[in-house]
C-alpha cells in the first residue's frame, strides 16, 4: 500500500482543500486575533496614559483606539476562521482595518509615539493566513502607506525628510522579508500537518488491520515488555491459557498466576539472550488436566536504542495440531484406501465368482463348508470395499445437490420398518413427534445412516422390549433431530473419543468405516451428529444415543 507526499515546491493555493481543516492555521487565526485584542487594548491603554500624564490628546485619535478595540473583539468573537484567498470580506474585516487603524494613528502621531512597528502584525496575517499574493500584497500596501506618510510630512515640512523616506524603505524591506519567511513556514506548517494526517490515517487503519488478524489467529498471541508486563493478548491466548486470562485489566504481570510461570521465565530468557526461544510447556487449567502448549517467541526489531524491544508470544495447543496432523493422515489414507479398493474389487469378483462355480460341481459337505467360508468371506471383503468408496465419494461430492424435501416422521417409519422386516428383529419401538416437520436430505443416505445407527444399537443392544427405541422431535433450536437408543453398556472414554473417525472400531471384524460415512453424510447436508449416554426417562435404565440434527428445510448448505 502507497501513500502520496505533498510535493515541497506545491503553491500555497494548491493547499486549498487542506487549509481549511487545518488545525494548526486555526490556532495560528485564534492567536492572531487575541495579538490583536491585545495591540487594541494597550493602544487604548497608551492614551488614556498620555491623558493622565497631562500630554496633549487628540479626541479623534482616542476613538480610533476604543473603535479598534470593538472591531478587534468583534472579528474574535464572531468572525469564523478560513483561509484569506483575496481582498475580500475576511481581509477587510481584520487586515484592513488593521492598515487603515495603524495608518491613521501614525498620521496623527502625538509625541514621540511611533505606530510603524504596529505594521508587524497585518502583513504576518496576511503571509501565514493568505496566499502568496495576499502576504506580498498586504505588505507593499503597508509599505506604500509608509511611504505615503513621508511624502505627506514632507509636503507638510518642507525641511530634511530623507531619514524619513529611507526609515519608510527600510521598514518595507524588513516587513518583505518577514513576509516572505512566515509564508514559507506555514507552507511548510500545513504540509508537514496534511502529511501527519494521512501518516496517522495509515497508521490507525494498518492499527486495524492487525489487531482484525490478532483477533482471529488461531494461534494465541501475548505481547510482554522486559518487566514481565502484558500489554495485548487475543482470545485464542484466553482459550489456550484460561484462568480468566481475558478478564484482567492490562498491562498485567505474567508471572502473577502460578500457572504461567514457566511462560514469564520463557520471556525473560528470551529479552536476556536476544534470540527467539521455542518450547513445550504443559500449562495448568482451571479445569481439567494440564494442557501441553508449544511455545514460541520473537523480539520485536527497534530503531533506536531508545525504544524498547517487545517480546511476542505464540502459544499453540498440541492438541489442535495433532488435531490437524491426524486429519491430514487419514485424507493421505483415504485416498490410498479408495485407490486399493478399486484394485482388489475385480479379483474379488472372480474369487467370488469362482466358487460360486465350485461349489455346484461340489458334493463332499467339508469341501461345501470350505466354499461357503470363502463365499462369506468374499463378501465381507466385498463390503468394506463398497465402505472404503463409499467414503470416498462422499469427500469428493462437497456441492449438497437441492434434492427434495422429505418429511421426516413417515420417512424414518418406512427406513425403520424395512430394517426391521429385514433384520428380523424385534423390540423395536417407535415414538415419532416432529410432526410436519420437512427436511432437505437426500432418502437414501438417510436409510444408510439410519441402517448403520440401527445395526450399531442391534449388535449391543438386549432383547426386551423396547432395548431398541427410535424417536423424532424437535430440539430447543427449533431443528428436528432424529435419535437411535438402546440399552447397551456404556462405551469406554477412549472408544467415545475416536467413535467418528475412520478405521476406528472396537469390533475386530469391524472395516470402522460406518459411523465415520454417517457423519460425512450428515455434514454434506448441514446435519451434526454425535452421541451421549442418557435415559429416555427418570425411572428408565441408562442407554447409548446417536442423534442426527438436520439442517432446516429452506436452506442449502454446502461444505
Known amino acids: 500500500m502507497t501513500w502520496s507526499r505533498s510535493d515541497p515546491a506545491t503553491d500555497w493555493s494548491s493547499l486549498e482543500h487542506f487549509s481549511g481543516e487545518s488545525s494548526a492555521l486555526q490556532r495560528l487565526w485564534r492567536g492572531f486575533m487575541a495579538a490583536r485584542c491585545f495591540v487594541a487594548a494597550v493602544l487604548l491603554l497608551l492614551q488614556a496614559l498620555a491623558m493622565v500624564l497631562g500630554q496633549s490628546m487628540q479626541p479623534a485619535a482616542v476613538a480610533l483606539s476604543a473603535g479598534y478595540v470593538i472591531a478587534a473583539l468583534l472579528a474574535a468573537r464572531f468572525a469564523p476562521f478560513k483561509p484569506i484567498r483575496g481582498v475580500g470580506g475576511a481581509w477587510l474585516s481584520t487586515i484592513g482595518v488593521d492598515l487603515v487603524t495603524f495608518t491613521a494613528l501614525q498620521v496623527m502621531q502625538v509625541g514621540s509615539i511611533n505606530y510603524t512597528p504596529l505594521f508587524a502584525l497585518p502583513v504576518l496575517m496576511g503571509a501565514v493566513l493568505g496566499t502568496s499574493a495576499v502576504g506580498l500584497g498586504t505588505t507593499a500596501a503597508a509599505t506604500l502607506l509608509l511611504l505615503a506618510h513621508a511624502t505627506w510630512f514632507w509636503l507638510e515640512q518642507p525641511t530634511d525628510t530623507s531619514p524619513r523616506f529611507v526609515q519608510a ?13 512566515a509564508h514559507e513556514l506555514a507552507r511548510r506548517l500545513t504540509r508537514e500537518e496534511a502529511v ?33 508486563q502484558v500489554h495485548a493478548t487475543n482470545p485464542a491466548a484466553d482459550a489456550i491459557l484460561g484462568q480468566g486470562l481475558a478478564e484482567l485489566a492490562l498491562p498485567f504481570a505474567l508471572s502473577a498466576h502460578p500457572a504461567w510461570a514457566p511462560l514469564a521465565a520463557l520471556a525473560g530468557q528470551t529479552f536476556s539472550r536476544r534470540t527467539p526461544q521455542s518450547k513445550e510447556i504443559p500449562v495448568a487449567q482451571a479445569q ?14 527497534t530503531r533506536d536504542r531508545h525504544t524498547e524491544s517487545l517480546c511476542v508470544m505464540f502459544l499453540q495447543d498440541l492438541r489442535e495440531l495433532e488435531a490437524r496432523i491426524r486429519t491430514e493422515k487419514l485424507a493421505a489414507m483415504g485416498r490410498m484406501s479408495a485407490a486399493v479398493a478399486h484394485e482388489i474389487r475385480n479379483p474379488l469378483a472372480a474369487i467370488t465368482q469362482a466358487s460360486a462355480l465350485l461349489g455346484e460341481d461340489l458334493v463332499d459337505p467339508a469341501h461345501r463348508q470350505l466354499t461357503t467360508m470363502v463365499q462369506q468371506n468374499a463378501q465381507r471383503l466385498s463390503r468394506i470395499v463398497d465402505d472404503v468408496l463409499d467414503v470416498a465419494r462422499a469427500r469428493q461430492q462437497r456441492v449438497l445437490p437441492l434434492g427434495e424435501q422429505i418429511i421426516l416422521d413417515p420417512t424414518v417409519r418406512t427406513l425403520a420398518e424395512e430394517w426391521v422386516q429385514h433384520a428380523q428383529r424385534q423390540g423395536v419401538l ?21 441402517v448403520n445407527l440401527l445395526d450399531n444399537a442391534a449388535r449391543y443392544a438386549g432383547d426386551r422390549e423396547g432395548s431398541i427405541q427410535i424417536t423424532t422431535r424437535v430440539n430447543s433450536a427449533g431443528r428436528p433431530c432424529l435419535q437411535i437408543w438402546s440399552d447397551g453398556a456404556p462405551l469406554e472414554p477412549a472408544v467415545q473419543r475416536h467413535l467418528f473417525e475412520p478405521f476406528f472400531s472396537s469390533e475386530s471384524r469391524s472395516s470402522g468405516l460406518g459411523l465415520f460415512l454417517c457423519r460425512e453424510l450428515c455434514e454434506r447436508h448441514g446435519a451434526t451428529i454425535g452421541y451421549e449416554r442418557r435415559t429416555l426417562s427418570p425411572t428408565g435404565p441408562e442407554g447409548n444415543e446417536f442423534f442426527v440434527a438436520f439442517a432446516a428445510a429452506e436452506t442449502r448448505l454446502t461444505q
Open 288 to 301: 481439567g488436566t494440564a494442557r501441553e502448549v508449544r511455545v514460541r517467541t520473537r523480539l520485536t526489531q
Open 169 to 181: 524603505a527600510l521598514t518595507g524591506t524588513g516587513l518583505f522579508v518577514v513576509a516572505l519567511l
Open 196 to 228: 501527519a494526517q494521512r501518516n496517522r490515517g495509515a497508521a490507525q487503519m494498518h492499527a486495524l488491520v492487525n489487531d482484525l488478524v490478532i483477533e482471529t489467529l488461531s494461534e494465541g498471541v501475548l505481547v510482554i515488555d522486559a518487566q514481565g
Open 430 to 450: 417407535l415414538a415419532l413427534d416432529a410432526t410436519g416437520s420437512d427436511v432437505r436430505f437426500d432418502v437414501e443416505h438417510l436409510r444408510r445412516i439410519l
